[in-house]
């Protein structure tokens, strides 16, 4: 089975700075990965997704991830976050056992602060 | 883009009635539909897989007499919450599959959310 780990539940960061969210998958399988952005009280709007190909994916809002198959991790990083970057990130991997089914991550809320 | 609608955004009802959420696929065609729910400051559960034609799938622990859903064409499920009790407050998003041409991911998409609140 197929299963995703965000290891940060919160993630505090200054503007301008660096910052970089954690996810590792399982699977026996291919993966699809994705991240996913949420803002309060709204749906989730696609960041970026790994499919095939070139490993480093650049995604919307100057985000990109990067999918390492021997580390089984795919974590997102933006050089220089804004206030407007706050919100929840979801990491999530495509699962096709069973049924087409996404498994998502806990989540991890990024905080930028002034 | 491929857009998802749900309607209502927001939706507050007395503890014993009935609530509907419709999801709609604006500009595609969507044989399956995702109902998940969320709670404060967590992830999604899915709940039911909708296929069109048929009857939903529900994951374990959901209760299928609580949560009707009915996918009655390739641009439209619902998700009616039977007797809503305050238990069942949550923020409800859909998502919808767009199938893909070939031989690869069906990429889905997903709906603005519904907020409901049983009082």
């Known amino acids: 089975a197929q299963s995703v780990t965000q290891l940060d539940s919160q993630v505090p960061v200054f503007e301008e700075a660096p910052v970089e969210l954690r996810c590792n998958y399982s699977?026996?399988?291919?993966?699809?990965l994705f991240w996913y952005v949420q803002y309060p009280n709204q749906g989730l709007q696609l960041l970026l997704k790994?499919?095939?190909?070139?490993?480093l994916v650049k995604g919307i809002n100057g985000f990109e991830a990067e999918f390492n198959k021997s580390q089984t991790s795919f974590h997102l990083r933006k050089p220089s976050v804004h206030i407007s970057d706050t919100a929840e990130y979801f990491c999530?991997?495509?699962?096709?056992?069973?049924?087409?089914?996404?498994?998502f991550g806990a989540g991890t809320r990024l905080f930028v602060k002034a | 883009g491929a857009v998802v609608s749900q309607h209502p955004s927001r939706v507050i009802c007395k503890s014993g009635t009935s609530v509907k959420i419709e999801c709609r696929s604006l500009?595609?065609?969507?044989?399956?539909m995702f109902w998940y729910r969320q709670f404060p400051k967590q992830s999604l559960m899915l709940m039911a897989t909708?296929?069109?034609?048929?009857?939903?799938?529900?994951e374990q622990g959901v209760e299928k007499d609580k949560f009707l859903i009915n996918h009655a064409s390739l641009t439209l499920s619902t998700l009616t919450v039977t007797s809503a009790h305050p238990e069942d407050s949550s923020f409800y998003i859909c998502?919808?599959?767009?199938?893909?041409?070939?031989?690869?991911?069906?990429?889905?998409?997903f709906g603005p959310g519904t907020r409901l609140t049983v009082l």
């Open positions: 998502s919808a599959v767009r199938l893909a041409g070939g031989p690869s991911y069906n990429e889905q998409f």
């Open positions: 699977s026996s399988v291919s993966v699809y």
């Open positions: 790994y499919l095939s190909g070139s490993t």
């Open positions: 999530a991997v495509i699962s096709y056992f069973g049924g087409f089914k996404t498994i």
């Open positions: 500009d595609f065609q969507a044989t399956t």
């Open positions: 909708s296929n069109e034609g048929s009857k939903a799938t529900y």
